[in-house]
Nanobody
Framework: QLQLVESGGGLVQAGDSLRLSCAASGLTFSMYAMGWFRQAPGKERELVAA????????YYVDSIKGRFTISRDNAKNTVYLQMNSLKPEDTAVYFC???????????????WGQGTQVTVSS
């Protein structure tokens, strides 16, 4: 069964850190680029970070550059999002997603996790 399961969200204070994990099953994980998206209340879902199949190439949206780091462990079928210096505006549901390609992609994601809530208080 194809599945992505996120974990690691929670309630933190501004300036704190969190690490999100996304475990994949039922697919050849190492063949695909992966991405992390987020959706805040009343806003559209946005891609915040993406990583190529081998981890060599990454993409970050400007608002999180220098604070978040995406990484992957293909042996564990897991992709991570390390989030440092969190801000209240980072509050959202965070989703991981599988791309249809190996390379970093801004679109073309076809499998999604259920999401994990991140809430940052000021």
């Amino acid at each position: 069964q194809l599945q992505l399961v996120e974990s690691g969200g929670g309630l933190v204070q501004a300036g704190d850190s969190l690490r999100l994990s996304c475990a994949a099953s039922g697919l050849t994980f190492s063949m695909y680029a992966m991405g992390w998206f987020r959706q805040a209340p009343g806003k559209e879902r946005e891609l915040v970070a993406a990583i190529s199949w081998g981890g060599d190439w990454t993409y970050y949206v400007d608002s999180i550059k220098g604070r978040f780091t995406i990484s992957r462990d293909n042996a564990k079928n897991t992709v991570y999002l390390q989030m440092n210096s969190l801000k209240p505006e980072d509050t959202a549901v965070y989703f991981c997603a599988k791309a249809t390609s190996k390379t970093v992609a801004l679109s073309g994601y076809d499998l999604w996790g259920q999401g994990t809530q991140v809430t940052v208080s000021s």
